[in-house]
């Protein structure tokens, strides 16, 4: 653990307060880790994977001798050093070819992790088409059904979606979309069809149990946006690497204690549900007081309708005599103010 | 005319931007994801890999376009900026939530009271100088009076009395106070939290035992230190309390000056009964009269009777 830092002048300070817990977090930064060895091809997944991570980004680029599910310390440490909420760790062993592994971190500690093997990869570089811009928001898609049954691929999507697109924002810029990435799975085997709803809780049994899992195919596109002649464009895409075709290994599961912690939400604040949270709610807003202030339009009233003093010259029937009855009222006025 | 194929072309657009699946896609808009829960097709996945992920991915990638695309939206310099509902996917969080603030004595005060607070400016107006300038600071007008090259005296000052330092000792004795406040504060937030640790929380033991030191404290607080109270059960007796004796022989002076003290308490009239008779030796209770006079109302409502009266005659 680092010691507790105290701050010496207002420029750390603002920096130590910007590592705070927030309400509303920003987006995790990722840490890439090489481990004792990885080869060339996790090296150039990581690099792909870091250029879609952009600016959230670290790379450390000398080689740690660190394995995540024997002692996750070191990566504690980096965490709270970096202020970093995302590990990806890359190793390559006999045992385990070209392995990737998702940590992801609560409180500046390891939460769950994740291990994907890389089998097949084509690089950024290798498609010929124009790249998205770094930093702006991909669009996420997932296709299988074991996203909504497999506790596996379940931590998987939670994983990759907390990866790319996991910062909450209120409005996003239409023409800011640029690109997709797609994790599509393997037809699912029929194994794995019955045994989910058999086996659920006992799914991660052994080694055997990772082989029957379908692969992984993540594929990233950019969107070209299409004139349909409705307000909607048609959507075509344009592959933009990197593509990677990946299978699940080991992984850890969060500590229910821990997850608990995780998942709580901050109680939005009275002011903000006022608001409507970005939503439009109109001729509402509340003033500095913390009062409700509603404003109201009155449409122009009908004078015509009005009920003044009942009298027979005013009766409905009689409207030719609107005007004399008006000279009459007129006369009476002038009459009250010379007694007055 | 022939409208047939005007029409088809509109229905081609239209089928163009619409994605039809048998299981409806599962859309997160607040988090730009969707999901595709349907069974992955076989024959087409073995035929031709790319294309088929090419396809399943443009189909729900059109729906979720299509969603975006039909939330309300507002202007911005680069383009319409949709507004996103919350999402609906919960991610875990990196840190935890952030803990209230402890308040300090005065919010706490400001707060059972309603006090708003109020922002003060951080400047004003110098009229001399014709600019703004800080009230406090560098160049500080708070500072002013140590400054200025006149300074009236007061009358009954010291013969080395000086006005500029002692204006600026008021000064350094107002943060000084300002500080101790401050510290003070802080020490109230961390006996009321105890020392928390790592999940936040004051550990049971740590507060078991600070009740136990409070009630100690209590138990002998009384003349014989807690010696004939009733004890109530399973209560422990307490450790290491023993009264303290004056020793029986001390020196004649101290003796002495001790009685001597006792004595001039009993001499003494109480400060109650010195604060009624305040008015003297007069014969009069003017408390008294006052009360019999106005039947129990008080002075004020007397005057405001005898001036009352007075005011009618003239009107």
Same mark, same amino acid.
């Given at each position: 653990?680092?010691?507790?830092?105290?701050?010496?002048?207002? +420029?750390?300070?603002?920096?130590?307060?910007?590592? /705070?817990?927030?309400?509303?977090?920003?987006?995790?930064?990722?840490?890439?880790?090489?481990?004792?060895?990885?080869?060339?091809?996790?090296?150039?997944?990581?690099?792909?994977?870091?250029?879609?991570?952009?600016?959230?980004?670290?790379? =450390?680029?000398?080689?740690?001798?660190?394995?995540?599910?024997?002692? #996750?310390?070191?990566?504690? =440490?980096?965490?709270?050093?970096?202020?970093?909420?995302?590990?990806?760790?890359?190793?390559?062993?006999?045992?385990?070819?070209?392995?990737?592994?998702?940590?992801?971190? =609560?409180?500046?500690?390891?939460?769950?992790?994740?291990?994907?093997?890389?089998?097949?990869?084509?690089?950024?570089? /290798?498609?010929?088409?124009?790249?998205?811009?770094?930093?702006?928001?991909?669009?996420?898609?997932?296709?299988?059904?074991?996203?909504?049954?497999?506790?596996?691929?379940?931590?998987?999507?939670?994983?990759?979606?907390?990866?790319?697109?996991?910062?909450?924002?209120?409005? &996003?810029?239409?023409?800011?979309?640029?690109? $997709? &990435?797609?994790?599509?799975?393997?037809?699912?085997?029929?194994?794995?069809?019955?045994?989910?709803?058999?086996?659920?809780?006992?799914?991660?049994? @052994?080694?055997?149990?990772?082989?029957?899992?379908?692969?992984?195919?993540?594929?990233?596109?950019?969107?070209?946006?299409?004139?349909?002649?409705?307000?909607?464009?048609?959507?075509?895409?344009?592959?933009?690497?990197?593509?990677?075709?990946?299978? !699940? %290994?080991?992984?850890?599961?969060?500590?229910?204690?821990?997850?608990?912690?995780?998942?709580? +939400?901050?109680?939005?604040?009275?002011?903000? $549900?006022?608001?409507?949270?970005?939503?439009?709610?109109?001729?509402?807003?509340?003033?500095?007081?913390?009062?409700?202030?509603?404003?109201?339009?009155?449409?122009?009233?009908?004078?015509? +309708?009005?009920?003044?003093?009942?009298?027979?010259?005013?009766?409905?029937?009689?409207?030719?005599?609107?005007?004399?009855?008006?000279?009459?009222?007129?006369?009476?006025?002038?009459?009250?103010?010379?007694?007055? | 005319?022939?409208?047939?194929?005007?029409?088809?072309?509109?229905?081609?657009?239209?089928?163009?931007?619409?994605?039809?699946? /048998?299981?409806?896609?599962?859309?997160?808009?607040?988090?730009?994801?969707?999901?595709?829960?349907?069974? &992955?097709?076989?024959?087409?996945?073995?035929? @031709?890999?790319?294309?088929?992920?090419?396809?399943?991915?443009?189909?729900?990638?059109?729906?979720?376009?299509?969603? !975006?695309?039909?939330?309300?939206?507002?202007?911005?310099?680069?383009?319409?900026?949709?507004?996103?509902?919350?999402?609906?996917?919960?991610?875990?969080?990196?840190?935890?939530?952030?803990?209230?603030?402890?308040?300090?004595?005065?919010?706490?005060?400001? %707060?059972?009271?309603?006090?708003?607070?109020?922002?003060?400016?951080?400047?004003?107006?110098?009229?001399?100088?014709?600019?703004?300038?800080?009230?406090?600071?560098?160049?500080? #007008?708070?500072?002013?009076?140590?400054?200025?090259?006149?300074?009236?005296?007061?009358?009954?000052?010291?013969?080395?009395?000086?006005?500029?330092?002692?204006? +600026?000792?008021? %000064?350094?004795?107002?943060?000084?106070?300002?500080?101790?406040?401050?510290?003070?504060?802080?020490?109230?937030?961390?006996?009321?939290?105890?020392?928390?640790?790592?999940?936040?929380?004051?550990?049971?033991?740590?507060?078991?035992?600070?009740?136990?030191?409070?009630?100690?404290?209590?138990?002998?607080?009384?003349?014989?230190?807690?010696?004939?109270? %009733?004890?109530?059960?399973?209560?422990?007796?307490?450790?290491?309390?023993?009264?303290?004796?004056?020793?029986?022989?001390?020196?004649?002076?101290?003796?002495?000056?001790?009685?001597?003290?006792?004595?001039?308490?009993?001499?003494?009239?109480?400060?109650?009964?010195?604060?009624?008779?305040?008015?003297?030796?007069?014969?009069?209770?003017?408390?008294? #009269?006052?009360?019999?006079?106005?039947?129990?109302?008080?002075?004020?409502?007397?005057?405001?009777?005898?001036?009352?009266?007075?005011?009618?005659?003239?009107?």
């Amino acid at each position: 653990m680092l010691r507790t830092v105290k701050p010496k002048n207002a +420029r750390s300070k603002r920096a130590l307060d910007a590592r /705070e817990p927030k309400e509303v977090e920003d987006a995790r930064t990722a840490i890439f880790v090489k481990g004792s060895h990885s080869g060339e091809k996790v090296n150039n997944v990581m690099k792909d994977l870091m250029a879609l991570k952009r600016p959230n980004a670290i790379s =450390f680029s000398k080689k740690n001798v660190v394995r995540p599910f024997e002692d #996750a310390s070191s990566l504690d =440490f980096w965490s709270q050093k970096n202020d970093a909420g995302l590990f990806i760790v890359g190793q390559s062993t006999k045992k385990r070819p070209d392995g990737l592994v998702f940590v992801r971190m =609560f409180d500046n500690r390891v939460l769950d992790m994740c291990e994907i093997g890389v089998e097949g990869y084509q690089a950024m570089s /290798e498609f010929k088409t124009p790249k998205s811009t770094p930093g702006h928001k991909p669009l996420m898609h997932f296709a299988s059904e074991l996203f909504d049954t497999h506790p596996r691929f379940q931590q998987l999507k939670s994983m990759l979606m907390d990866f790319f697109n996991g910062e909450e924002i209120d409005s &996003i810029c239409l023409p800011g979309i640029e690109h $997709v &990435i797609s994790v599509t799975l393997a037809p699912t085997p029929s194994s794995l069809n019955s045994a989910t709803t058999r086996l659920d809780p006992s799914s991660s049994k @052994n080694e055997d149990d990772t082989k029957s899992l379908p692969k992984i195919h993540i594929r990233t596109y950019t969107i070209k946006l299409l004139a349909s002649g409705t307000r909607i464009p048609r959507v075509e895409l344009v592959p933009m690497g990197p593509s990677l075709d990946l299978v !699940l %290994r080991r992984h850890q599961d969060p500590d229910a204690e821990v997850l608990k912690q995780a998942m709580r +939400r901050p109680k939005l604040k009275k002011q903000d $549900v006022e608001k409507g949270l970005g939503k439009k709610r109109k001729n509402m807003e509340v003033d500095e007081m913390g009062d409700l202030r509603g404003r109201i339009h009155v449409a122009k009233q009908d004078l015509g +309708r009005l009920q003044t003093r009942k009298m027979k010259g005013l009766k409905a029937g009689q409207s030719e005599d609107v005007n004399m009855s008006d000279a009459e009222e007129d006369g009476r006025s002038t009459k009250r103010q010379k007694s007055g | 005319m022939d409208v047939s194929a005007i029409l088809a072309a509109h229905e081609a657009k239209k089928q163009a931007v619409t994605v039809e699946k /048998e299981i409806p896609l599962e859309l997160d808009t607040g988090l730009l994801a969707v999901t595709d829960l349907n069974p &992955i097709d076989c024959e087409s996945y073995n035929e @031709n890999l790319e294309d088929y992920l090419t396809s399943t991915a443009r189909d729900g990638v059109q729906a979720l376009i299509a969603a !975006l695309f039909s939330l309300p939206t507002s202007s911005s310099a680069d383009g319409p900026l949709a507004q996103l509902p919350p999402p609906a996917t919960q991610l875990p969080r990196a840190k935890p939530l952030p803990k209230p603030k402890p308040l300090t004595k005065w919010e706490k005060f400001a %707060r059972a009271k309603g006090i708003q607070k109020k922002r003060k400016d951080k400047k004003v107006w110098d009229e001399e100088k014709q600019e703004w300038v800080n009230k406090w600071g560098w160049k500080g #007008a708070n500072k002013d009076k140590e400054v200025q090259w006149l300074t009236e005296v007061p009358a009954n000052a010291d013969v080395d009395f000086n006005p500029s330092q002692a204006a +600026r000792a008021e %000064r350094k004795e107002k943060m000084a106070k300002n500080e101790r406040k401050h510290l003070q504060n802080l020490a109230r937030a961390q006996a009321a939290q105890g020392t928390p640790n790592e999940s936040g929380k004051v550990p049971q033991s740590q507060r078991k035992q600070l009740i136990d030191y409070t009630l100690a404290t209590t138990r002998v607080s009384t003349a014989s230190m807690g010696k004939f109270d %009733r004890t109530l059960e399973g209560e422990k007796k307490l450790k290491g309390v023993k009264r303290k004796f004056d020793a029986a022989e001390v020196s004649a002076e101290k003796e002495k000056s001790s009685n001597l003290t006792i004595l001039s308490k009993l001499d003494r009239e109480p400060a109650a009964k010195k604060s009624k008779n305040s008015s003297g030796d007069s014969v009069l209770n003017v408390r008294k #009269a006052v009360r019999a006079v106005s039947g129990g109302r008080g002075s004020a409502t007397l005057a405001r009777k005898a001036g009352g009266k007075g005011n009618k005659g003239k009107r």
